[in-house]
């Protein structure tokens, strides 16, 4: 089946770049999303990417996919305390039924 | 709009007892999906239904069972709760392939 992974935690300066890693499995991932969790509520969705394209820009976030090595990266600009969260990346299999989550990323912005 | 809504929020149940987890869901999709989230494990797919009157096994399912009897809600059921089955669980729901999932507040359930 599907596994996607990712680092447990990442710890970086306020106004620094942050760059969350994923790797997954499935080459043929269609879909690939990065979900963003506060604590004590549900996932909200950050931003997504169609496994055609290589990168994907949206205001402080930039996505970049490598399909080679099935890498997938989040890339947080001028990182604030607001943006401290847990960070799972998914994606859609083939079929595009399931959608399969990593084990996040816990983000933690220092002032 | 109130989009994925779960109930109840929070529960504490002995071991053997029973529950159902509801998931309800206004935005007319036809996939929904049950998660639990366990600490350093992320979100683990339990049950699924890409329609009405459907239900597939995801890739924790043992000690649930599901329904979808009407589109817009999804149940998950413990027929004899476990302590392992201590989490907190997770509905989402989705128009199709490739669309934004949205999740619910979360169920954070507790077997003792």
């Known amino acids: 089946g599907e596994d996607v992974e990712q680092s447990l935690f990442l710890s970086v300066r306020e106004g620094d770049s942050s760059v969350i890693n994923c790797t997954y499995t499935?080459?043929?991932?269609?879909?690939l999303y990065w979900y963003k969790q506060e604590p004590g509520a549900g996932l909200q969705l950050l931003t997504y990417?169609?496994?055609?394209?290589d990168m994907k820009q949206d205001q402080r976030l930039t996505v970049l996919l490598n399909k080679k090595d099935k890498h997938l990266s989040l890339r947080i600009a001028d990182t604030q305390t607001g943006d401290s969260a847990i960070y799972f990346c998914?994606?859609?299999?083939?079929?595009?039924?399931?959608?399969?989550f990593g084990g996040g990323t816990r983000l933690m912005v220092k002032p | 709009n109130a989009g994925v809504t779960q109930t109840p929020k929070f529960r504490v149940l002995k071991t053997g007892q029973s529950m159902t987890l509801l998931c309800a869901q206004d935005?007319?999709?036809?996939?929904m999906y049950w998660y639990r989230q366990d600490p350093g494990m992320g979100l683990r797919l339990i049950h699924y239904?890409?329609?009405?009157?459907?239900?597939a096994k995801g890739e924790v399912p043992d000690g649930y069972n599901v329904s979808r009897l009407k589109k817009q809600n999804f149940l998950l059921g413990l027929e004899s709760a476990a302590p392992s089955q201590t989490s907190v669980y997770f509905c989402?729901?989705?128009?199709?392939?490739?669309?934004?999932?949205?999740f619910g507040q979360g169920t954070r359930l507790t077997v003792v």
């Open positions: 989402a729901s989705r128009w199709t392939v490739g669309t934004e999932a949205f």
């Open positions: 499935d080459s043929s991932s269609t879909y």
């Open positions: 990417i169609f496994s055609n394209m």
């Open positions: 998914a994606e859609t299999n083939n079929a595009g039924n399931m959608l399969t």
């Open positions: 935005m007319n999709h036809e996939y």
């Open positions: 239904s890409v329609g009405e009157g459907t239900t």
